[in-house]
């Protein structure tokens, strides 16, 4: 942002928005930072209309601002509450002091903030905005002199400045040489990839006991050492260790430009073989599209291509040695500092991997079940007097497995003591490590409707955008929004930051399970077909 000649300010514009509003209290997808002159009747105009165009809630100057206001702290929270920082360095982009204090706040807000910087180096080289040489660095000296001869100006600000101008031109970004056309789109693309990723990784706001968890496995991963360091989390299903695992990603992911979040191996490469998972993995980290067609090609590009990149990537739930040696088969397939971190239910896949820390994620002790067991149940972190000893009976049923106490609380959430009984007495028949059958009594509590969505989800609707599913079950009067909410209020099933569906996979287990018991040996016969093979099959036998 940059004053006019007259010295009026110029104001931003937010795409989608009314030109009364103000910016306080507003929020941005894309914050634009350049320099006028030379961009603004050009490439800027044409970048924001393709990110408006793509939907996407962008910021650049324009009418927005109540005249009068005091501009300069106003856009500096813009630019904090943009997700995704655009510097467009330009020729003169230097001389302006709007533009360089806008640049030195969007390089504090990717350190402090995990906010994204992506710079466009707009007919200007990376190494003259570096080291402010040539074209750029002519006119930011001019700059700098004309400021040094101002008694007012403090000399601290050049450094700001210059260290901002140092570290933006180490940042992988785009250079503006050839056709705009093309690199508009490129970087709406780029963008809403990033937005689609919403940066932290979903999980549950009614943790408990996870810190104490995050603090030992962080010892591990963020030890500051330049090594590149494979971490283990093992322990049984519905445990917590995806929910682990992604909550140290969270906290670390920022110190990586490349970055991937692998979720359900075990499902994936059941169903879509590995070489898929690659292509994944090849996408997150180099942006690149169906790279690979077998695993052997995917393995040798993986090993090749990553060794120059300091990655960060969570394999959530693997089951298989060969999956690891496919997508993260030894250290020195990545740059120094890197991290991978693997969630297993078995152990040996650990040991076989030789992971450098190993750690063992164990069941909650009864004050953490209990508490967040009345998170569920009660929406406080202790039941009622008059449901202690029930509450008691019930959490000692669960062995501690958080998702059996998310669900179990959920089911009797607002049911009085006669059903809290009746409830507890179905539980004790089921032993403790047959977690599926104790899982079974939620779902045998919904109605038909309810049910109906339940094991749709479980077989085909995994990560799908929940509106597009509901407008089958709408015309099969399932009414889906009473549904939808009906199985997210008993922990059945969550909605993601992108309307996905989102299962635990012990859920998902034991929804595909009743339908395979609808006729055990006939897949023919049963009410849904997910497996590709069995529905090959029962096509080509109804011929």
């Not at 165009?53 to 009068?68: S, T, Y």
């Not at 406080?380 to 008059?386: A, G, T």
């Not at 395979?516 to 077909?529: F, H, I, K, M």
């Amino acid at each position: 942002m940059e004053t006019n000649s007259n010295g009026s300010s110029l104001s931003p514009t937010k795409a989608n928005d009314g030109a009364s509003s103000s910016l306080t209290g507003s929020s941005y997808e894309v914050f634009l930072s350049f320099r006028g002159p030379d961009t603004r009747h050009g490439f800027t105009d044409h970048l924001y209309k393709g990110l408006v165009d793509a939907g996407i809630d962008a910021f650049k100057d324009d009418d927005e601002l109540r005249h009068g206001e005091d501009i300069r702290p106003v856009l500096m929270k813009a630019i904090k509450s943009s997700k995704i920082l655009i510097p467009i360095l330009s020729e003169t982009y230097g001389t302006s002091s709007w533009c360089l204090d806008e640049l030195v706040q969007m390089m504090e807000g990717k350190k402090n903030n995990k906010q994204i910087v992506l710079p466009i180096f707009y007919k200007v080289k990376p190494a003259e905005v570096r080291y402010q040489k040539g074209r750029f660095g002519k006119a930011f000296h001019e700059r700098e002199s004309h400021l040094l001869e101002r008694s007012s100006f403090n000399p601290t600000t050049l450094e700001k400045w210059k260290s901002a101008l140092d570290e933006v031109s180490t940042l992988r970004g785009y250079e503006a040489d050839g056709s705009e056309v093309q690199l508009v789109k490129s970087i709406v693309r780029e963008v809403l990839n990033e937005l689609k990723k919403k940066f932290e990784l979903d999980i549950s706001k009614n943790l408990v006991g996870i810190d104490v968890h995050v603090k030992k496995v962080m010892e591990f991963v963020d030890n500051k050492s330049r090594d590149t360091l494979f971490v283990g989390i093992h322990g049984m299903g519905g445990i917590g260790k995806t929910t682990l695992a992604k909550a140290i990603y969270n906290k670390i992911f920022n110190q990586f430009e490349h970055r991937s979040y692998i979720a359900d191996i075990r499902e994936s490469w059941k169903h879509n073989g590995i070489h898929y998972i690659q292509n994944q993995l090849i996408y997150d980290i180099l942006k690149l599209k169906n790279e690979v067609g077998n695993e052997d090609e995917g393995t040798k590009f993986i090993s090749s291509r990553f060794k120059s990149k300091k990655v960060l990537i969570l394999l959530d739930d693997v089951d298989n040695i060969v999956q690891v040696q496919r997508l993260a088969g030894n250290h020195d397939w990545f740059s120094s500092g890197s991290r991978i971190i693997i969630t297993t239910r078995n152990k040996g896949v650990l040991k076989e991997s030789r992971v450098d820390h190993n750690y063992e994620h164990e069941v909650m002790d009864y004050d953490q079940s209990l508490i967040l067991f009345s998170k569920h149940a009660f929406r406080k972190d202790s039941p009622p007097s008059e449901f202690e000893d029930l509450t008691c009976e019930v959490v000692s049923t669960t062995g501690g497995l958080p998702l059996s106490l998310e669900v179990f609380g959920s089911l009797l959430c607002g049911k009085n003591s006669t059903q809290w009984i009746n409830t507890i007495k179905k539980l004790k028949r089921v032993p403790h490590t047959e977690v599926q059958k104790k899982l079974k009594i939620s779902y045998e509590a919904l109605d038909y409707a309810q049910k109906q969505i339940f094991l749709d989800i479980a077989c085909f609707f995994i990560g799908t955008d929940k509106r597009i599913a509901s407008y089958m079950w709408d015309a099969c009067d399932f009414f889906p929004g009473e549904g939808i909410e009906a199985l997210i209020f008993m922990s059945l099933i969550k909605v993601g930051n992108d309307h996905e569906l989102i299962m635990h996979d012990h859920l998902r287990d034991l929804g595909r399970e009743i339908v395979r018991q609808e006729n055990q040996r006939e897949p023919r016969y049963r009410s849904r077909l997910w497996d590709y093979e069995e529905a090959q099959k029962v096509l080509k036998e109804a011929k």
